[in-house]
């Protein structure tokens, strides 16, 4: 009987961010099949040994961490479940093909809110052309567990790995950061007022932007068409799940390169400014780009050479450019000043 | 602000078994690529336009549900949770190549407990040669989820469909059936002990086969090799996960045939009747074997010419045949007495 839980000498997982801890577990795995074509570290595992290769990745969804169910409807739920990987699909510049979902609950759900959350799931499939072909429904003791597995295609020359940015690229985005964290701040809120008086209705058409961004997020599958259509290969990619900070950084350290992000040119709504200001005076607009999170917008470098393919472009904004190896992810502000950028850390919670 | 989960005239999720409630939930999802050649409804699904077939699954295990920590040791349950994967590749008769693996965990763990699962984790990898290649690791508010995906690859002409058995096909099943039941029996009844008298050390050594057998499971790999060797392509497969009478349901249902299995013919180790017996007067290891589960052998059909090819194998044992559509799945006894095989029903705890 072992109880590896209570060891003494323990290292508690806190004191490990999330990315360390990975590397630390997945250590000392070899890579033995040449269909393995990469494996840990991106947004997407790429198999296959043709010219058309697979993409694959994963992502598990735990209620009461990365879901709240007493704001969350269940259909919007499953479509986001499903876009999320999807958009790590769309990460690599592949697109998406199919599913795999695997679900536990409790008996506190009934057949019907898992026909709720199964709907969420077929209107995202539907939407980006996609077939659920596997996966299993299991019981957990306590809440929901969703996780999802998504496939995707992508030609052998058209993947976008982390690791390819070079000196002088152009950093873009698309869409616009920080509204899906300003989504969750309403929300969240609105659950407080709700539970000091269950009978409060509360007004949240003015917010109707926000909130959709945070409860049903859309993969940029437009996104990697555009380029497509445009001719353009990203020299490197990564979609922003952790707020724009975090995913700059991965770019820079895979690709062993230095960026400067200029703040003016962030792309924040309207409706994120409001609800800054509405929260507090002290909460800038950009903190909430920068480390947010749960945008599910693409982050990627192209060429120089390519900027006039993309600069019309209404979804996609040139927010900076890489510089050399060595020098430090910035952001430079309107009044000329360069700050430096750090992630914000992962912490287990209980 | 939405509680589907208390709505009125909701249905209970014990209403459906597992099965019903997975095509309930899975209706009206399409099919609209070329390249998901099957999609929900098999141990794997398989994908491809090419000869060469890519096959996925996955699995979630739930602390509390699917394993108990009390008697898991996190190296065991780490193997464990590929092994059951990969047997799922092997039940296409496809070979494992890759896998994708997410936890989530509360802070109860350690980075050592971590890395105990991970040790577990990559010695199964190591042993038939699969890839991790992907996943993440996350937080949970109670106890562990691990959810793993696989992959393999099988040439086209070399998949087993669960719906391929034809009319006098010869049923078999690989290794020996009920043993991981018997080794769970065994654990629980050491956990009751343990909790009664925590300084009592118990003697588990003689149960040595049995309590490998349910928390180390081996995929049947080598099966998928000896079934090549021998140029013998299964017409139908299936892995034993949910006991015997299950799986020869589903091959049958899916296959739309009766069959006979002959009680004698079962292989059953000498420690599964040896647990039974010391149990209880009226368990039978033929119980076990037929509903017990977690054997993770393989079940499947041949036809009657390749009987010449695997008859000395002492590896599958030949159990049984195929009868007519529309005739019921049935054990015969030592006795000649028919008995109608029945599974035993998924209910969610809690």
Not at 233 to 257: F, N, W, Y
Not at 294 to 302: K, Q
Request: glycine share 8%; charged share 25%; proline share 3%.
């Amino acid at each position: 009987m072992e109880h590896l839980e209570y060891q003494e000498g323990r290292t508690e997982l806190e004191s490990l961010g999330e990315f360390a801890l990975i590397d630390r577990l997945t250590e000392g795995f070899g890579r033995r099949h040449r269909s393995t074509v990469k494996g840990v570290g991106d947004d997407c595992a790429v198999l296959g040994t043709g010219k058309r290769k697979t993409v694959v990745t994963t992502d598990m969804l735990v209620e009461g961490v990365h879901f709240d169910m007493t704001y969350t409807p269940l259909r919007h739920l499953g479509y986001k479940a499903v876009a999320i990987n999807l958009s790590d699909i769309c990460a690599m510049n592949a697109t998406p093909k199919q599913i795999l979902v695997s679900v536990a609950v409790s008996n506190r759900f009934s057949v019907e809110a898992l026909e709720e959350l199964y709907a969420g799931i077929r209107l995202c499939c539907e939407r980006y052309e996609v077939d659920l072909v596997g996966g299993d429904t299991s019981t957990s003791r306590v809440g929901m567990v969703i996780s999802i597995t998504a496939i995707g295609e992508v030609e052998s020359d058209r993947i976008a790995y982390r690791s390819g940015a070079r000196l002088h690229d152009l950093l873009c985005v698309s869409g616009d950061l920080g509204s899906a964290y300003s989504g969750l701040l309403v929300l969240e809120r609105e659950k407080v007022t709700f539970q000091a008086n269950p009978n409060f209705q509360p007004d949240l058409e003015s917010y109707d932007y926000v909130l959709e961004r945070y409860l049903k997020p859309e993969p940029r599958v437009d996104i990697v068409k555009l380029l497509a259509e445009k001719e353009i290969v990203p020299t490197s990619m990564i979609d922003v799940s952790d707020g724009l900070a975090s995913e700059v950084l991965h770019l820079c350290r895979q690709s062993k390169c230095g960026c400067e992000v200029y703040e003016e040119r962030l792309p924040i709504d309207y409706q994120t400014t409001r609800v800054c200001s509405e929260m507090s005076q002290n909460m800038l607009p950009v903190s909430n780009a920068l480390n947010g999170g749960e945008d599910y917008e693409l982050l990627f470098t192209i060429s120089q050479s390519d900027y006039e393919k993309i600069k019309d472009s209404t979804e996609v904004h040139i927010i900076g450019h890489i510089t050399e190896e060595g020098s430090p992810a910035v952001m430079v502000t309107p009044q000329n000043t360069t700050i430096e950028l750090r992630a914000q850390g992962w912490k287990p919670v209980e």
